[in-house]
């Protein structure tokens, strides 16, 4: 399993999927049909690549559920990612409307190593880790999705975060010259979410710079996103270029949007009512029966204690 | 234009027009090309295709007033059916692939839930008009089917406001609906220039 560092010149390498493990090989016999053949033959055979970097394979995670994998093409043609469009199928059609080169993220307040880093900075690559997780979204659908990157812990540590820092907040690109989806005020841009900062240094949370062993794709937040499988999926902020350490709790996109729909901590929980959604049960894509959802998305056993003593009605 | 020879195809031909939608989601079902969420897609669309057959239905009294032509009242009656004929699978596919007929879930909803009330107001005024839309019931109520039918108003009215309280953010399409449904009931109000100069008001 590969990944490497994506080239604009590349991009289209980028959807070639590893037919083997993800067992999709419909679509890589598609792909092979558009024409694609030689390319992915030269990253499963030779292991060599023209242009772009090769990262070694992720390693597997005892935090990785055995559940079966949503099928890849679902993950990435089934996505609310407001930038890219309102629709769930907008975000694979406009991907191409997210530059994701060059890309910087800025790194900001309480914290001893502020600057401007690259994805490489953040995240080291030869310490990928494939985490296999499922993906809880509000709207009461959910997946199992293989992603590939580091703890966040990892990066934060990095960064020295200072005893003031007790949340960090997040931001999105801002680009409403190419975002389709930023040119309407249907969020206040750009995207912002937050994490306490013992949330952000769980070592569930993930910094993510790919899926089913390859680079994110645009629509799924390239070219780094971080993941919280125990919260709903919009706290999971997409394509980053801000991280700010901040003493008090900072704005969250949706929650200024709908304050009394969606909490800061908006942690999976089948027991808050949400207005639009009974949280009660959810469709896992590509299955018929509804499950069953389960308490911070099955997560409790390393989360739970996060939140001892607090009222997750009320800090929903 | 809509001499009685016309009227003779025009019908079958709308009819199975307006029967489209229903096979064009059947087809996608069979083939199971309706997306990654297909039973979703089948929620959303059957509730777009009730909201446009409301308006379709509302249409066509202005459509007679401005073409002057009365003809067109014949199709009002196929239009507004149709309207219930989306509604009643859109409510289907929410009973069975929402609920999976959880009786006890799906009153929580319909408590809990305002679009999801307003919804079930609107399917719910949709039924007596349903109910009398034949032609005996037409003469059997005279005057009072008239009234009654007005009910359409408010069971758009609540299917728009169905529709607003379900969308997350985006609110361009519902506006564009309720703007039409705006524009055709102005429509309803005549103009005094177009009215008989003696009637009193
Ligand atoms: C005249 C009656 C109704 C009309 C005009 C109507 C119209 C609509 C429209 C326009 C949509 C949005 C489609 C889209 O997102 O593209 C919708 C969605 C929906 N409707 Fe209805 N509807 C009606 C009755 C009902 C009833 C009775 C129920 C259930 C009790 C219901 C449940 C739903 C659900 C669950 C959705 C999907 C919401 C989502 O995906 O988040 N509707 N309806």
Not at chain 1, 158 to 166: F, G, H, Y
Request: charged residues 20%; hydrophobic residues 45%.
């Amino acid at each position: 399993m590969l990944i490497r560092i994506p080239k604009r010149s590349d991009e289209r390498e980028s959807a070639v999927t590893d037919p083997e493990i993800y067992r999709q090989r419909r679509v890589f016999m598609q792909q092979c049909a558009a024409g694609m053949a030689g390319l992915a033959g030269g990253l499963l055979v030779g292991g060599q690549v023209q242009a772009g970097l090769i990262i070694g394979t992720p390693r597997s995670s005892p935090y990785s559920t055995d559940e079966e994998l949503t099928p890849m093409h679902a993950a990435t043609h089934y996505n609310n990612f407001y930038e890219l469009g309102y629709k769930k199928e907008d975000p694979s059609r406009n991907a191409a409307a997210l530059i994701t080169e060059p890309w910087t993220v800025e790194v900001e307040g309480y914290c001893e190593n502020p600057g401007t880093y690259a994805v490489e900075d953040l995240v080291p690559m030869d310490q990928l880790e494939e985490r296999i997780y499922r993906l809880r979204c509000v709207e009461a659908w959910s997946m199992v999705i293989p992603w590939v990157g580091v703890p966040l812990a990892t990066a934060l540590k990095k960064l020295r975060p200072t005893s003031q820092a007790r949340y960090v907040a997040f931001q999105t690109i801002l680009d409403p010259e190419n975002l389709p989806g930023q040119r309407r005020d249907v969020l206040d841009w750009p995207y912002v979410e937050g994490l306490r900062i013992d949330e952000a240094m769980h070592p569930l949370t993930l910094l993510t710079v790919g899926m089913y062993g390859q680079v994110l794709p645009n629509q799924n937040g390239a070219p780094i996103r971080i993941i919280v499988p125990w919260k709903y999926g919009f706290k999971s902020i997409k394509s980053i270029v801000r991280i700010r350490f901040v003493e008090g709790q900072p704005p969250t996109a949706w929650n200024q949007a709908t304050p009394h729909e969606y909490g800061f901590y908006s942690n999976v929980n089948p027991e808050v009512n949400h207005p639009r959604w009974s949280q009660r049960r959810e469709r896992r894509i590509g299955e018929f029966r509804k499950r069953q959802t389960l308490m911070f998305n099955g997560y409790a056993e390393e989360v739970a204690h996060l939140y001892s003593g607090m009222d997750l009605h009320k800090y929903f | 234009m809509h001499t009685p020879t016309a009227a003779g195809w025009v019908k079958p031909a709308l009819f199975l027009l307006c029967l489209v939608p229903a096979i064009d989601l059947a087809h996608g079902a069979w083939t199971n090309t309706l997306g990654v969420n297909p039973l979703e897609t089948l929620t959303r669309s059957t509730g777009t295709w009730t909201l446009r057959f409301l308006l379709l239905t509302l249409l066509i009294t202005p459509l007679i007033r401005v073409m002057r032509t009365p003809a067109l009242l014949r199709y009002r009656r196929m239009l507004g059916l149709f309207a219930f004929f989306y509604a009643s699978i859109h409510l289907g596919t929410y009973l069975w692939f929402d609920k999976f007929f959880d009786w006890q879930e799906i009153w929580l909803d319909i408590q809990d839930r305002l679009f999801i009330t307003a919804g079930v107001t609107a399917f719910l005024l949709l039924v007596p008009l349903a109910l009398t839309s034949t032609r005996r019931a037409q003469r059997a109520l005279g005057n009072a089917w008239n009234r009654l039918h007005r009910l359409i108003y408010v069971a758009t009215t609540a299917g728009l406001l169905h529709y607003f309280w379900l969308v997350k953010a985006d609110y361009l399409e519902p506006i564009i609906y309720a703007s039409i449904f705006a524009a055709l009931m102005l429509a309803r109000i005549r103009k005094p220039s177009t009215v008989s100069v003696s009637r009193v008001s």
